[in-house]
């Protein structure tokens, strides 16, 4: 996967470079509301944010290819509490997850009088460089808690570092100005063992072309 990764990443920026004149480069800085969802996983909201340059290459037309590198924080969080005989018990388990992605979009600008509206979706490949886990559980008698937490990698034993998924995306550009809304939807697994687990990503952006 970390060679996939690679050899994408100097694809994509080789073509970009064939034709400056034709490449709109834009940084991208936005906030993630992630979360895992599959057969046997559901884990709540987690936020995050997410930021970056993407290049808009425009082979002919309002058609345009998006690509890039964006650093992603994405993750998820999940709770429990149940009473039984006057003891209380709770527990917590957090993912905060750092990946680079790659996106390789395509995209169509309608032109509009004071704006353009730009529609796009496509695969992105993303490549974890971090991961942390923290679970914390809570015990609580007659006025009594005992509390136990522990954090650790969360790439290695528990999940994968590598993901591909699909983005839709949707945005307004005023002149240089960039807002819009993406939703991004893991297509494999992350989890190496026990069930299926897939990232699911909403996020927020605000960009700004050169």
Not at 96 to 114: C, D, Q, V, W
Not at 117 to 134: D, E, I, Q, W
């Amino acid at each position: 996967m970390k060679k996939t990764f690679v050899v994408i990443a100097a694809i994509l920026f080789s073509f970009a470079a064939l034709d400056a004149q034709n490449v709109d480069l834009n940084l991208r800085l936005g906030l993630n509301t992630s979360h895992f969802f599959g057969k046997d996983v559901d884990a709540g909201l987690k936020a995050g944010f997410n930021a970056g340059v993407l290049a808009d290459i425009h082979p002919a037309g309002k058609f345009f290819v998006q690509t890039g590198l964006l650093y992603s924080m994405k993750g998820a969080k999940n709770s429990e509490s149940v009473s039984v005989s006057g003891i209380k018990y709770s527990a917590e388990a957090k993912f905060t997850l750092h990946y680079l992605e790659i996106p390789l979009h395509a995209g169509y600008r309608f032109s509009l009088p004071a704006l353009d509206v730009l529609v796009h979706t496509g695969p992105y490949f993303a490549m974890g460089v971090g991961g942390k886990l923290k679970r914390e559980e809570k015990a609580s008698y007659q006025g009594s808690t005992e509390k136990v937490s522990e954090s650790g990698n969360a790439f290695g034993d528990i999940l994968k570092r590598g993901d591909i998924g699909w983005n839709f995306g949707a945005g307004l550009k005023f002149s240089r100005i960039y807002c819009g809304l993406q939703y991004g939807v893991g297509m494999m697994s992350i989890v190496k063992e026990y069930g299926t687990a897939h990232n699911g990503n909403l996020s927020v952006n605000l960009g700004y072309y050169f």
